[in-house]
Every structure is written in C-alpha cells, then in structure tokens.
C-alpha cells in the first residue's frame, strides 16, 4: 500500500507535540517522494541532526517504501522567526 499524507500526518501527531505541519507528496500523487515542514515543541534543545534522526525513527515504516524523503524541522521559536523572515522577503 503506498504511503499516504494521512498515514505520515497521524504518525507524526500521535508521537510528538505539533505546532506547524506541511506534508507535501512531491511524487504527483504515487506516494513516492515526501516533503515534511514540521515545528515541535519536542525539538527543543536539539540538533538539527537530533531531529531529524527522530523524525526519520517516527516515519521508517513510511520512508522504508519512499523513493525520495526530506524534511524541515524547527521549534516553535524557530518557526516564528522563519515566519517573520518570509513575511519581511513578502514586503
């Protein structure tokens, strides 16, 4: 059965606190390649590798029949301060 935005979309939020979550299919609907943009309060005060060691652990199900995965994963802080970055480039 090919991965699904709603499978990836309810492992994340039932394994870890959510903030801000964008899944895009980037395979034109076959399930094959993933984008994940994810903030958590549970990334505080780790590394970037940290999280996305963690995210990679939550989805290996789901990436073990990908092509293609990648993910953005911030704080909540990070993210905000990402937010306000693309609202100034918007002005």
Do not use: W
């Not at 606190?17 to 399930?31: P, W």
């Amino acid at each position: 059965m090919p991965v699904t935005v709603d499978s990836i979309e309810r492992t994340l939020r039932n394994a870890i606190r959510i903030t801000h979550l964008e899944i895009e299919d980037q395979s034109n609907g076959c399930g094959e390649n993933y984008f994940v943009f994810v903030a958590s309060e549970d990334f505080e005060g780790k590394t970037s590798l940290a999280r996305h060691r963690m995210i990679n652990e939550l989805l290996k199900d789901e990436i073990a029949q990908m092509h293609a995965f990648s993910q953005k994963s911030l704080t909540p802080k990070q993210y905000e301060a990402y937010l306000a970055e693309e609202a100034a480039e918007q002005a």
